[in-house]
């Protein structure tokens, strides 16, 4: 059962554990309007509970304001008004800006679990001032094709508090079965991509004590990436695999037997073993395992 009472209460949460303790019959209050409020109930209220409710709502101390969303200050005029659910945070974003994403990986390699979108980055361009989060769970079938997805999206207010609403939304790959295959090669194309920097820090690590420039680092990794070109797009585009019964290696991706066969004369930092990785597995290895899914 519903109640209605009038007054504009800009902090809605703190009001509510209040009035709730105030009379456990209260279940839950919304804004109806800017000045009215819905009460739900359990079971209908005294008259001297109705009394006491009146006045519990007039004396209560509503003077906290709530800091606003910082995703406010940074979309256009014409996207201010929306509820910040709707908001386009790519597309609806001030010209001159735009969010920059600082993505993390699950278990799942070229799986991305979460993204944190932020304003700009400070003096040592580290991303900083956080405007949105997302975290991404994923179902998948034992082939590692995606049943559906649940995303939840979360809001920071000015002062870096999470804002308490939650979006949270559901994909169903499985309706279309071409939505399963292009989330695959959408997840290879981000580990292939993903995995390029850690490769060059890794090198910068094992060639960097042998005297070899940052310069020549960079050349020796463009041409890893140029020879191997063409597995790494056949592992992007179908993950491709040896299909003749007669190779040994018969049934196993394409990507990683090219990589077992890396000539470690023409690529010597490739059987190194940086510190990032223990000290005891090498580049190969750890790009072995990185496609092996």
């Given amino acids: ?15 509510l554990d ?11 209050v919304v804004k109806f309007a800017p000045d009215q409020l819905r009460f739900t109930l359990s079971e209908s209220l005294t008259e001297q509970e109705d009394d006491a409710l009146e006045s519990f709502i007039g004396a209560f101390d509503d003077s906290y304001i709530e800091s606003p969303l910082r995703i406010l200050s940074l979309v256009k005029e014409e ?5 910040f659910h709707n908001i386009d945070y790519i597309k609806e974003i001030k010209s001159g800006m735009s969010l920059i994403p600082e993505r993390e990986s699950g278990t799942v390699q070229g799986e991305v679990r979460e993204v944190v979108w932020y304003a700009g980055v400070n003096e040592n ?10 975290n991404a769970t994923y179902t998948r079938a034992e082939s590692g094709l995606p049943y559906w997805r649940v995303k939840e999206r979360v809001w920071y207010r000015e002062d870096g508090t999470i804002h308490p609403e939650k979006k949270i939304t559901v994909k169903f790959y499985v309706v279309n079965k071409q939505d399963m295959i292009d989330e695959g090669i959408k ?8 995995i390029q920097i850690p490769v060059m820090e890794m090198m910068g690590e094992v060639l960097t ?20 070109e063409h597995e790494f797009n056949k592992f992007i ?11 040994p290696n018969y049934g196993r991706k394409s990507v990683i037997v090219a990589l077992e066969n890396v000539d470690a004369l023409e690529h010597s930092w490739i059987d190194m073993a940086p510190n990032s990785l223990g000290g005891d597995t090498t580049i190969r290895q750890y790009l072995i395992n990185e496609f092996d899914i």
């Fill in 79 to 83: 996207a201010a008004h929306k509820h």
């Fill in 125 to 134: 361009l580290e991303p900083h001032t956080p405007v949105i989060k997302e």
């Fill in 237 to 247: 585009d179908n993950s491709s695999t040896i299909a003749d019964p007669a190779d």
């Fill in 187 to 194: 997840r290879r194309s981000l580990l292939v991509k993903s």
């Fill in 18 to 28: 209040a009035v709730k303790v105030h009379n456990s019959k209260i279940q839950y």
């Fill in 209 to 228: 004590p042998l005297n070899v420039t940052e310069a020549a680092i960079l050349i020796k990794g463009r041409h890893f990436m140029d020879q191997f």
């Fill in 1 to 15: 059962m519903f109640i209605y009472k009038t007054r504009d209460i800009k902090n809605l949460n703190d009001f």
